[in-house]
């Protein structure tokens, strides 16, 4: 009993609260900074029939808003990362729980049946 | 039984505690990612890939903090035999493979960004993917090493030795020229090599990484505690059934 009380039993909810905090932080981020920089930079317009060319490295680095995707591909690399542990985290202290009740219910079941032996005896 | 309980005073107090290090990690981290993506300006030659730099370097000092804390619990463990210090080594183990690998990873993808390589035999990176190897040898010799106190001094022994890495990570663009910049934060850093706000809003990101890092690792060594807690009913059941 006093093993199961010291088991807490509900940050997951708070958890999953705090995700969803920082997952919409992150997505208005990008959506504002991606505005900004579309809105504030020139880009090449398409003509019929030309190829488009990807932009050489060092061309990329002066624009700004070129090496957005490596920047959200580091940022999503970095929390999916956090909360998937935080999650094996939740998920292990849930098994334990379980496991607990199920080590209480074979000793309750044991105590059960050492006293109903003792009842007999008698 | 090695857990407080919740419904002690103490236990309320450490519960409280906990909670409102959970909420106060959210909210910087909120107002962090604010700085980041608003506050800062955007660093003229990189451009917004040099915000990466405010994950990157925090996780960075994780990365080598986690070590020094393993190593540091280890040396604890092995005087005082006590259990909490096991749990703490082996908890910020665990994380400092996770920031180990974060590191690695943002490196790779702001390296490609900016050098247009993903990888580079680079000190500063090839000291950082010993750092790992190291974080992942710790945890396979726990896994898969002698059991009981044999295998604990092993892996004890393995922690001092990486936490040497942590200093030589740091210095390693001091030491050998490469391609990695130079120190921008810390005591053999160059003064006024950053730009104030990016000063600000890096060491603001570092503190809330650290906050963030301090109610992780409670919550792991709390739940490394209940393990080794179950593993003990198990054997008292075992034993009465």
Redesign the interface.
């Known amino acids: 009993m006093?093993?199961m009380?010291?088991?807490?039993q509900s940050?997951f909810v708070?958890?999953a609260?705090?995700a969803a905090?920082?997952l919409v932080?992150?997505l208005a981020?990008y959506g504002?900074?991606a505005g900004v920089?579309s809105a504030s930079v020139e880009r090449p317009q398409a003509v019929a029939g030309q190829v488009i060319v990807p932009q050489a490295?060092e061309g990329?680095?002066?624009?700004?808003?070129?090496?957005?995707p490596?920047?959200f591909?580091?940022?999503i690399?970095?929390w999916a990362?956090?909360f998937g542990?935080?999650f094996y985290?939740s998920r292990?202290?849930q098994s334990?729980q379980r496991?607990?009740e199920l080590?209480r219910a074979?000793?309750n079941e044991?105590a059960g049946k050492q006293a109903n032996e003792v009842g007999a005896n008698q | 039984m090695t857990e407080m309980t919740v419904t002690t005073p103490a236990g309320m107090k450490r519960s409280l505690l906990r909670d409102g290090l959970m909420v106060a990690a959210a909210a910087l981290m909120a107002v962090n990612l604010y700085l980041i993506f608003f506050w800062v300006p955007t660093e003229a030659n990189l451009g917004v890939s040099q915000r990466i730099f405010y994950f990157h370097v925090p996780l960075g000092w994780l990365g080598m903090v986690s070590i020094v804390v393993v190593a540091f619990a280890s040396i604890m463990h092995l005087i005082t035999r006590k259990q909490k210090w096991d749990a703490l080594a082996y908890s910020s183990a665990e994380f400092g493979v996770i920031f180990a690998t974060l590191i690695i990873v943002t490196g790779a993808i702001w390296g490609k960004a900016a050098w247009g390589v993903w990888w580079s035999w680079d000190a500063k990176l090839t000291t950082t993917l010993i750092l790992w190897f190291i974080y992942v040898s710790y945890l396979m010799l726990r896994a898969y090493g002698p059991k009981g106190s044999q295998g604990l001094r092993y892996a004890s022994v393995l922690a001092i030795i990486g936490a040497i890495d942590a200093p030589i990570i740091y210095m390693a663009t001091t030491w050998w020229r490469t391609l990695h910049p130079e120190l921008v934060v810390g005591p053999a850093a160059e003064s006024g090599s950053l730009e104030a706000r990016m000063g600000i809003a890096l060491l603001f990101s570092a503190i809330v990484f650290t906050v963030m890092y301090i109610y992780l690792l409670w919550e792991r060594v709390s739940l490394r505690r209940q393990e080794d807690a179950v593993d003990e009913f198990h054997q008292t059941v075992s034993l009465r059934v």
């Open positions: 006093q093993l009380s010291s088991i807490r940050h708070c958890k609260t705090l905090v920082v932080v992150v981020a504002v900074f920089a490295e990329q680095a002066r624009e700004p808003e070129a090496n957005l490596y920047l591909a580091v940022f690399i970095t990362l956090m542990y935080v985290m292990r202290q334990l496991e607990i080590l074979a000793l044991k």
